[in-house]
């Protein structure tokens, strides 16, 4: 294998047009249900490295972890009637948008009370009852869905909006282009969300990307909002901002997400020296973590004690527990099910 120059990621955008954080008010209970989504997926994500670990779960899967406070901060602006496409990195995304985890881990499990009977797996749960359109396999094409799904909502005069989350990685591809000249002309409610975690797989963004991402929605004349996106609080206003604009019938918006996935491009991606340090993962482990930021904030500005976030941890970790428990127990599909719900 040829040798290659690991290049050190900023630990925030070089050029921001972030929203800052600073002096948003998130009520009490409302910040501290943001914490324990934060917490539900990071242990979820956590669950599932062992279980592929010990070969209970097969094949591969994207971990969310690190990456938190997008799918939550953008979600938690949305109401139960907007709807989300997600894509191969989307455990967060399904949780967030009301997902029950023993149901999740029962999909990765191929087990028959999975969202999609067992037969989506990790890259292709959907839940259309949660306002789920499902998580794609297929770089950048949850895009085209939520935008198909804003325009139904356009034509049958609803206040509804969806929301497509995409890596950086989908930039590359044409239909991300093709859907946002679309929407930008029919003035659609979508929001595109695109998470920057730096590295399309093993590769360094800025080698694979020419100029800045915000450029590319601007060029349609869709507003862009880009921000921390290990700070949940310049998330949610950002998005709530766009998603006021959509449902206003004010036309599609870009929210640019910098953050950082913790684990590898898949579960396999465990020699991860040769494209990026383990002093970099471990700045953003230690100064960049979502839930930690959240925690010190709501520490210093709403005086909640230590222990209350314990008790959130812990409670959490009973829920992973109980939802592990009930996908090992729950029995496979009939084989006789291979056939169902196949299309041709």
């Keep these: 294998m040829a040798t290659r120059t690991i290049r050190k990621t900023p630990s925030a955008p070089a050029r921001s047009r972030s929203v800052a954080a600073k002096g948003i008010e998130v009520p009490k209970p409302r910040a501290l249900d943001l914490l324990r989504q934060m917490w539900e997926i990071r242990l979820f994500e956590e669950r599932v490295y062992d279980l592929l670990g010990k070969n209970q779960i097969k094949g591969a899967s994207h971990l969310y972890a690190g990456e938190e406070a997008v799918a939550v901060g953008a979600v938690s602006v949305l109401r139960d009637d907007d709807w989300i496409t997600s894509a191969h990195r989307g455990h967060g995304h399904c949780l967030a948008k009301g997902a029950a985890v023993d149901r999740m881990f029962a999909e990765l499990l191929g087990k028959q009370a ?12 959907a839940d259309p009852e949660t306002g789920n359109l499902g998580a794609n396999a297929i ?8 935008t198909g799904a804003a325009l139904s909502m356009k034509l049958r005069g609803t206040d509804q909006v969806s929301v497509a989350f995409f890596g950086e990685g989908a930039m590359g591809q044409g239909l991300v282009y093709e859907v946002m000249n679309m929407a930008a002309l029919w003035k659609l409610p979508v929001i595109y969300v695109c998470e920057n975690n730096h590295y399309s797989e093993y590769t360094y963004f800025r080698e694979t990307l020419a100029g800045e991402l915000r450029d590319r929605p601007a060029a349609f004349g869709i507003p862009v909002a880009e921000v921390d996106g290990q700070d949940i609080r310049s998330v949610y206003l950002a998005a709530q901002e766009l998603v006021r604009r959509a449902r206003a019938g ?20 465990i020699n ?14 230690t100064d960049r973590d979502p839930i930690k930021l959240m925690s010190a904030w709501l520490s210093e500005q709403k005086a909640i004690p230590a222990s209350i976030f314990t008790a959130i941890e812990h409670k959490v970790g009973e829920e992973i ?20 719900n196949v299309y041709a």
């Design 272 to 285: 991860r020296g040769y494209y990026r340090s383990k002093e970099e993962e471990e700045r953003w482990h």
């Design 321 to 340: 527990a109980q939802g592990v428990e009930f996908a090992l127990n729950t029995p496979y599909p009939d084989a006789r099910e291979v056939y169902d």
């Design 114 to 125: 999975g969202y999609c009977r067992g037969k989506g797996g990790s890259m292709h749960i």
């Design 139 to 146: 770089v950048g094409a949850g895009s085209g869905i939520a």
């Design 250 to 269: 004010e036309g599609p918006g870009f929210l640019i997400c910098d953050t950082y996935r913790y684990y590898g491009h898949h579960v396999g991606d």
